[in-house]
């Protein structure tokens, strides 16, 4: 049978399947240009429950989550979106600071999904823009986001575990 999804607002308790979906698809997507131990600490800094469970808290922070079931009563968390506003930028722009699906459901569409409601909720917010960071290297990453109309806006660098890390902004419209 077919897996079927829904895309829920994130509760408090679901920041460990957050953190789980995000250990399995940073590992998959990273782990060649950043090596599995940088992944791992990253993920305990950037993903502590604690921060996950504020971010859900947040008035001005959305996350959603992608419930996955095959057709038995258990469901399965398996992809999260956060959006927000985007730090010291201009009122109209949003962000979408995390967007990760369990890599054993990449290409089924739930990624599309969460992206879609992640932008929706911004527009509805009165933000006219979404920007977001990729790591240069990551090139899966980058095709997603320009097969949504995402384009290059700039660049940064971020030192993860000692090392300067590229990164591409990119931008798309949000729709009114």
């Not at 469970?53 to 008035?59: F, G, H, K, Q, V």
């Not at 996350?63 to 469901?75: M, N, P, Y």
């Not at 997603?144 to 700039?154: K, P």
Request: net charge negative; with cysteine; proline share 5%.
């Amino acid at each position: 049978m077919p897996s079927r999804h829904v895309v829920r607002p994130a509760k408090h308790d679901d920041a460990a399947g957050i953190r789980a979906v995000a250990r399995a698809s940073w590992h998959a997507a990273y782990d060649d240009f950043l090596g599995p131990g940088t992944v791992e600490r990253m993920i305990e800094r950037w993903y502590a429950l604690e921060s996950l469970e504020r971010a859900i808290r947040s008035p001005d922070q959305h996350l959603f989550v992608v419930d996955t079931s095959d057709g038995c009563q258990e469901r399965l968390l398996t992809g999260f979106v956060h959006v927000g506003p985007w730090p010291d930028g201009p009122a109209t722009l949003g962000k979408c600071s995390r967007l990760y699906v369990h890599p054993g459901q990449w290409g089924e569409g739930i990624g599309t999904e969460l992206l879609e409601r992640g932008q929706a909720t911004l527009a509805q917010e009165g933000y006219h823009r979404v920007r977001l960071e990729v790591f240069e290297a990551n090139e899966r990453g980058q095709q997603f986001y320009r097969g949504r109309g995402y384009t290059v806006s700039g660049t940064e660098t971020e030192r993860l575990d000692g090392t300067n890390r590229r990164l591409l902004l990119m931008e798309a419209p949000l729709r009114q």
